[in-house]
């Protein structure tokens, strides 16, 4: 059972250009979760989705960011018009249902954005 | 506003020893907490959870405190061992929001054979 898997791993973009981020989840999974890492800080949650529905977006950046989980294919994080700050790592994770008690959040290895 | 705290940014332990990994929080209506370990350049692995209904749980080598009267977590290894050697960050959840989990910074666990 494959885990949950981030393309690219490593993205370069000049500032004003887009990035998209992709996230696979694991088999079985229909909830998806993005956190971006900035450097020295922990992770901190931006959107979860469900196939075709965005849940919670309360830690996204209203402006430039957008997230969406099709009814086929990845989920995708995309960043409009790039800006230095946007250099972090982002980690996609995935549960098979709302995390509750018995049910934990699996992580994907990340992609490192970096703006030039 | 960092709701969860993880005030150690490294630690250093001797092979065999106890690793202590201590966190801090500031929200009341957290219900679940739980521990993931990082290696560089991966994502963060689940370790171990605690329910807030609970004040301790146990893995093996890994032992998760809570007090909640306190708002402090806290992961014992023991013994520690060299593969030990990751960050380690704390999450909480929101009984509230039940969707997202909070993170601490991590500390920096390196275990000296």
């Known amino acids: 059972n494959a885990g949950v898997m981030q393309n690219p791993r490593h993205l370069v973009r000049r500032r004003g250009q887009e990035a998209r981020l992709r996230c696979s989840p694991m088999k079985g999974h229909s909830h998806v979760y993005w956190y971006r890492q900035l450097p020295e800080e922990g992770l901190k949650f931006m959107v979860y989705l469900q196939k075709e529905n965005i849940i919670d977006e309360s830690g996204m950046p209203k402006e430039r960011f957008s997230a969406e989980f099709p009814k086929e294919g990845p989920s995708i994080l995309r960043i409009q018009q790039v800006v230095r700050g946007d250099s972090a790592a982002y980690f996609c994770?995935?549960?098979?249902?709302?995390?509750?008690?018995?049910?934990?959040?699996?992580f994907g290895p990340g992609t490192r954005l970096t703006v030039t | 506003d960092q709701q969860v705290k993880q005030n150690s940014p490294s630690l250093s332990v001797q092979e065999g020893r106890i690793s202590i990994l201590n966190c801090d929080y500031t929200?009341?209506?957290?219900?679940?907490f739980l521990w993931y370990k990082k290696y560089p350049a991966e994502g963060p692995t689940f370790l171990i959870s605690?329910?807030?209904?609970?004040d301790k749980n146990e893995d093996g080598r890994f032992t998760v405190f809570l007090n909640k009267s306190a708002k402090h977590l806290s992961l014992h290894i023991v013994p520690s061992q060299p593969g030990d050697s990751a960050v380690y960050f704390c999450a909480a959840r929101d009984l509230n929001t039940g969707n997202q989990f909070y993170f601490g910074t991590g500390t920096s666990l390196t275990v000296i054979p």
């Open positions: 605690i329910s807030s209904i609970k």
């Open positions: 929200n009341s209506m957290f219900d679940y």
């Open positions: 994770a995935s549960s098979p249902q709302p995390s509750g008690i018995r049910y934990e959040q699996y």
